[in-house]
């Protein structure tokens, strides 16, 4: 899908809309002569070398160097020839070379191939291969009105650059070797990261920590192969006893790693779409109620009439710096009316994909007569009981009710428990962390499905290798659950699977 890393690509890498400023990205072996052209054109003396290094002249003064600092207050690296504030006698390279100091922000009127100006702006080169995407690199800071970076975008089409796909920046990055496909999978969690115990997960995992954790599996399965295949060669002999204990065992504990790594999956997914919470009970009890409180604002309707909330309604919430996704749903209702029994099967299909129930009472009521699979669902990990409307006198079978579920008695006319029930729900989203030493280890879905390959594979890998199966067979298949490893952190062969991966992240990035 995506054309050869010889195009010179760009894009627009802040978002479409009005703001103090946006920033265009572009990247490829076209960027020095565009960085030239541009700066050759920006409205000063075209000829002269130090147009580039001057502040642009229509607006008078200096933006990175303000008023005359450049030529007076430079100390020492500010001397050399490379950098972004010579004074007005130094030496200047050429701008053949060089048409801008890198990685220093340089001010220009940014005109387009017709010579018309477009805006005031600031240029970063960065060369090659000290850049993001390892390649010639201009970032172009312009005032942040949609229409201006529409016209700079065409602009730079028009100097022979084509519009960037989805991650194509952080996918020749990837191809230049700077970051594995592990690292460029955070750099998106990064972006989209919500909450406090996502972005750490993500600066972790950006910071190579899943892919150290897979290069130490590979690592220990190389030594594995490496004593089953010293003896492919020999066929007629068998490996000796200890040899047969010690890869059993090493394959054995390979496969516990596998699976620690695999449980962490849950934790990602929470991390990435937010702890799932299904609000539930009988209709009345203050399920809206509850929800408008944890949200700390009024988002669902909430009467004194049975069967108000008809269809459920679902929002995010930080909570312990971990996303939850709260859902209100309908009462469940004995003996519903039509419209109202849909949203009942609704509430009941939501049960099941809960991480948490918080099932909701009315403390001075009668304890809830419940369909069975919300009974079924009740357990104590599972499930917290929130004991509502403490303000009234308490029914005492309520009060006895579930006896093995963590209560918390609220009140959402007093905001009595409303605090502890936060802590509450945060405690619980604790427990999905699956401890892996010092590192956060959170992976995602295409990491699972690898996993869980490269698990089965081991599995089989034993039972052949038990059997006394040919040490080929044995070694073939671990050479299966080798691949499934790399596919992790990168060396991914597989094209559609990488433009696919890619096409998930933002433009520009
Ligand atoms: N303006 C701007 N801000 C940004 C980025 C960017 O590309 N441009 N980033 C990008 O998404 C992130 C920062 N990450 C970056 C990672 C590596 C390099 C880079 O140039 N690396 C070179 C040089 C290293 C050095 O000298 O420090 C390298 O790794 O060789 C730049 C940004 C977030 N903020
Ligand atoms: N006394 C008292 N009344 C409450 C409390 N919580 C909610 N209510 C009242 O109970 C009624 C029902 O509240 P809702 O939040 O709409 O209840 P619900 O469970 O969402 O009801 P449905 O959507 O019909 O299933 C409203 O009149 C609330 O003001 C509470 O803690 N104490
Ligand atoms: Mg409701």
Redesign the pocket.
Known sequence: MFASPQDTIAALATPVGTSAIALLRVSGPAVGEIARALVSTAGNDATSFAPVYSPAPTLGGGVENSGNAASSGSKGEGDVPTSASPGKGDFLPSPALLPLAPRVATRADYRALSGELIDDVLLTLFRAPASYTGEDTLEISCHGNPYIAQKILEDLVARGCRHAAPGEFTQRAFLAGRLDLSQAEAVMDLIHARGERALAAANQQLRGSLGRHMQGLIDRLLVILARIEAYIDFPEEDLPREDQSWVGTEVDKLQVSVSKILETNHYGDILREGLRVVIL??????????L?ALLGRDR??????????RDYLEEMLLLGGFPFRLI?T??LNENPEEIEAKGIEKSLSLTEEADLLLL?IDA?RPPPTLPKPVLAAIRPERALLVA?????PPHPATAAAWPEIQRVR?????GEGVEALRTALARHAELFHVEQGADVIAINARHAEALARAKTGLARALEQFRAQAPVELVSSELRGVLDAFGEIAGRVDNERMLDQLFASFCIGK
Do not use: C, F, Q
Request: avoid cysteine; charge should be negative.
């Open positions: 009970g009988e209709p009345n009890v203050g399920k809206s109620s509850l408008n669902a309707l909430v009467s004194e009439r049975p069967g108000t909330t209100d309908a009462g909701v001075s509502n409307k403490s303000d009234l609220t009140s959402m006319l007093t």
